[in-house]
T-cell receptor, first 110, second 118 residues
Framework: QKEVEQNSGPLSVPEGAIASLNCTYS??????FFWYRQYSGKSPELIMS????GDKEDGRFTAQLNKASQYVSLLIRDSQPSDSATYLC??????????FGQGTELSVKP | GAGVSQSPRYKVAKRGQDVALRCDPI?????LFWYQQALGQGPEFLTY????????KSGLPSDRFFAERPEGSVSTLKIQRTQQEDSAVYLC????????????????FGAGSRLTVL
């Protein structure tokens, strides 16, 4: 079992819709969780971090964490074509290494 | 510097050649990470330094891979006797401490070094 798993997609949504991205992780002791966005040919950039159970909102982005289910999600409201990218879930394992999932490719169609 | 700097940005090597990839992290950043990203995949952890100490090298795929950070700033990832499967983007990242949670490390990535082994 991989330490961090995501559906690779591609996930296609129409402009203005909500995009929902999901991630599960295996290390029950993990405390820190991140979503990075990566445009084609570019390096990952941080968009959200979450550490406590529940929801965390930042503009059009909402991260959700459920430690009991070992599940992290990212919602993007009012999706825009500029949101088209690969979204990487990352989990801090034992407060040392940051492990990434394989990424979910999101395509927002005008 | 203002960001994480990596060089070379692009490297083409013949199979069997040795390569060295350099990472210059953000000034004062304690932690430095190396990742390997194959096409269409997420970044795979290679190794982690805290200052000059290499605390985790569990992700290095073989003994052909070696990383060092002798003075706790610039780091070099060396790949000996390169193979075609080494072709990937090698990402370096250093941490800034997230004020919202003192135990967390939020990574800032460099632009990467794209290695192509022929």
């Amino acid at each position: 079992q991989k330490e961090v798993e995501q559906n690779s997609g591609p996930l296609s949504v129409p402009e203005g819709a909500i995009a929902s991205l999901n991630c599960t992780y295996s290390d029950r002791g993990s405390q820190s969780f991140f979503w990075y966005r990566q445009y084609s040919g570019k390096s990952p950039e941080l968009i959200m971090s979450i550490y406590s159970n529940g929801d965390k909102e930042d503009g059009r982005f909402t991260a959700q964490l459920n430690k009991a289910s070992q599940y992290v999600s990212l919602l993007i409201r009012d999706s825009q074509p500029s949101d088209s990218a690969t979204y990487l879930c990352a989990v801090h394992i034992r407060e040392r290494k940051l492990i990434f999932g394989q990424g979910t490719e999101l395509s927002v169609k005008p | 510097g203002a960001g994480v700097s990596q060089s070379p940005r692009y490297k083409v090597a013949k199979r069997g050649q040795d390569v060295a990839l350099r990472c210059d992290p953000i000034s004062g950043h304690v932690s430095l990470f190396w990742y390997q990203q194959a096409l269409g995949q997420g970044p795979e952890f290679l190794t982690y330094f805290q200052n000059e100490a290499q605390l985790d090298k569990s992700g290095l795929p073989s003994d052909r891979f070696f990383a060092e950070r002798p003075e706790g700033s610039v780091s070099t990832l060396k790949i000996q006797r390169t193979q075609q499967e080494d072709s990937a983007v090698y990402l370096c990242a250093s941490n800034r401490r997230d004020r919202a949670y003192s135990g967390a490390n939020v990574l800032t990535f460099g632009a990467g070094s794209r290695l192509t082994v022929l």
